[in-house]
T-cell receptor, first 114, second 112 residues
């Protein structure tokens, strides 16, 4: 059965303390793994798409990597403004139609303290 | 224009009311989506429209009725909702169903 799981559920860091968030997945025929950032009361904001194992993408203090079973979002020297919920998502096939749509993991709530 | 616009931002409705949520994009995207998000939970897919046709309905109760009048607009008609339907309703669009989605800021719905 297709699944996407994120850990940890919550993470508290001091400003400047680097860490990684994990997204593990089991999907038949991966068509892209997506990372989003969501601030409270707002819609998710797109960060990265990764398509194949070994692929890496960077944006400011964030770097996303992909293996055949999981993806990591590395945060280097985070700042308080990086505090948000980080969601990963994969295209999952619907059993009844065979069509795919983004299915989200449960997210990691990141808090960066000054 | 690189935005998805949702109106209203907030909505309070009674269980006997009929209301509609609206979503608009002018990016030329041909796929549009409705998601529902409860507090501290991830967004859950409700409906997918592709080229203005309903592509996926995730067994959503009939009190939610989607409509796609044209390629830029997506509506969600609400009728006889329950208090447990209170949530943030998110609209999204994408170039096609395999591309990244652009989300709106959502409508915060409260059913009283």
């Amino acid at each position: 059965e297709d699944q996407v799981t994120q850990s940890p559920e919550a993470l508290r860091l001091q400003e400047g303390e680097s860490s990684s968030l994990n997204c593990s997945y089991t999907v038949s025929g991966l068509r892209g793994l997506f990372w989003y950032r969501q601030d409270p009361g707002k819609g998710p904001e797109f960060l990265f798409t990764l398509y194949s194992a070994g692929e890496e993408k960077e944006k400011e203090r964030l770097k996303a990597t992909l293996t055949k079973k999981e993806s990591f979002l590395h945060i280097t020297a985070p700042k308080p403004e990086d505090s948000a919920t980080y969601l990963c998502a994969v295209q999952m096939e619907r059993r009844d139609t065979g069509r795919r749509a983004l299915t989200f993991g449960s997210g990691t709530r990141l808090q960066v303290q000054p | 224009d690189t935005e998805v616009t949702q109106t209203p931002k907030h909505l309070v409705m009674g269980m006997t009311n009929k209301k509609s949520l609206k979503c608009e994009q002018h990016m030329g995207h041909r796929a549009m989506y409705w998601y529902k998000q409860k507090a501290k939970k991830p967004p859950e897919l409700m409906f997918v429209y592709s080229y203005e046709k309903l592509s996926i309905n995730e067994s959503v109760p009939s009190r939610f009725s989607p409509e796609c009048p044209n390629s830029s607009l997506l509506n969600l008609h609400l009728h006889a909702l329950q208090p447990e339907d209170s949530a943030l309703y998110l609209c999204a669009s994408s170039q096609d169903q395999l591309s990244s989605y652009t989300f709106g800021s959502g409508t915060r719905l409260t059913v009283v």
